[in-house]
């Protein structure tokens, strides 16, 4: 079996020192933003090249939390691609905001700049960008439009630690340190993941900071002294161990799935698939192909003993919690997208061996 993502496999050797320090933790006893937490926020802010880090609970979270942090009249819209996953709608809706959807480029996981212009209102207080598969959206032009207008960007970055913003010409800055607030999802299948739900915010403003960080602890900066509502939504310990080891590993793997990426691209050559765009520094969470037949390809993969993916079936649009709120709206290369899409694995560690059996399939089928 070919696995799509082996975790322990990519990890272990990080297993004895990470227990080391667990075991140390379990004598010190500080669980809740403990000492490990302050490092790793420290460790992972320089790393994204951004003033400040705060961890949180999760990815929904830091998103929810980074929305709330603007103290925006209730309703006022915020503009998502509508392919994503479904926390980057949610977490409008939990911040009492308006979710205002926009199709992607074609063949493209990005948010489409030219539609998103056609959708600002005066209600439009955040463009919402996500760097889908670790695709970097194009921020430098969406930056253009809101130049002047008091429109926020934050960008959901669930699946693109380590990308750098090559929207910018020559530009080195890491995706977490070139919009207002961005947010991370440290779920276990990141590219830089925890054991466990967690989240990460990063950014360069200090008001941001100090409201994020009393938002996501209840709405407390002093124990017992809370003087707004906020979230019980804070990085454990445990997990900043585990991140603080799995981060040094982090561009390592960035590189490794840019190569597989490139083996993909360049060896699958089957006119019944089509190929998806990714940005110059994509990280690859995911890589993506599209196949009018999809379930006689997943059939075959099934047969072959390949894992596979789906990222994701669904548009924001098409889900059942959200079908009135769009009903007869449309949104046609997102649709694409999820009707004719899967996920090949894209594990770091695959094999010359394995990567050309999963090339080999996919070319004769």
Do not use: W
């Not at 227990?19 to 933003?33: A, P, Q, T, V």
């Not at 977490?91 to 998103?116: F, G, R």
């Not at 560690?349 to 070319?363: A, D």
């Amino acid at each position: 079996m070919i696995k799509f993502l082996d975790l322990y496999k990519q990890d272990k050797k990080l297993h004895k020192s990470i227990l080391k320090e667990i075991n140390n933790l379990f004598k010190k006893g500080d669980y809740i933003l403990g000492s490990k937490v302050e490092v790793f926020e420290k460790n992972f802010a320089k790393f994204c090249g951004s003033k400040y880090a705060i961890g949180c609970a999760n990815g929904t979270d830091a998103l929810t939390l980074a929305l709330k942090s603007l103290n925006l009249p209730k309703n006022s819209e915020v503009i998502i691609p509508a392919m994503t996953y479904c926390s980057t709608a949610f977490s409008v809706i939990e911040a009492n905001l308006k979710p205002i959807l926009v199709d992607t480029d074609k063949l493209s996981p990005n948010i489409s700049v030219h539609e998103l212009k056609k959708k600002i209102s005066k209600k439009t207080k955040v463009i919402l960008p996500v760097h889908l598969y670790g695709s970097v959206s194009n921020l430098k032009e969406i930056k253009k439009i809101i130049k002047n207008k008091k429109i926020f960007l934050i960008d959901d970055c669930a699946q693109a630690h380590g990308a750098v913003d090559d929207s910018e010409k020559n530009s080195h800055k890491k995706i977490g340190s070139t919009t207002d607030i961005s947010c991370f999802s440290l779920y276990p299948g990141k590219n830089l993941g925890a054991y466990g739900d967690a989240g990460i915010i990063t950014t360069n403003n200090n008001l941001f900071n100090k409201k994020i960080r009393k938002l996501r602890n209840l709405g407390s900066e002093k124990k017992f002294i809370h003087d707004t509502v906020g979230l019980n939504s804070r990085l454990d310990t445990i997990q900043a161990i585990i991140l603080n080891k799995k981060l040094k590993n982090l561009t390592k793997y960035n590189v490794k799935r840019r190569k597989i990426a490139s083996f993909y691209r360049k060896n699958i050559i089957n006119p019944k698939i089509t190929k998806i765009n990714y940005s110059k520094s994509c990280v690859h969470h995911q890589y993506l192909i599209l196949i009018k037949n999809r379930n006689n390809l997943i059939k075959l993969l099934k047969n072959k003993k390949i894992q596979f993916g789906f990222h994701y079936p669904y548009a924001i649009h098409q889900l059942s919690v959200f079908k009135k709120r769009y009903k007869n709206k449309h949104f046609k290369n997102a649709e694409i997208i999820a009707k004719n899409s899967i996920s090949l694995p894209i594990d770091p560690n695959l094999s010359k061996k394995e990567l050309n059996y999963i090339v080999k399939t996919l070319n004769e089928f």
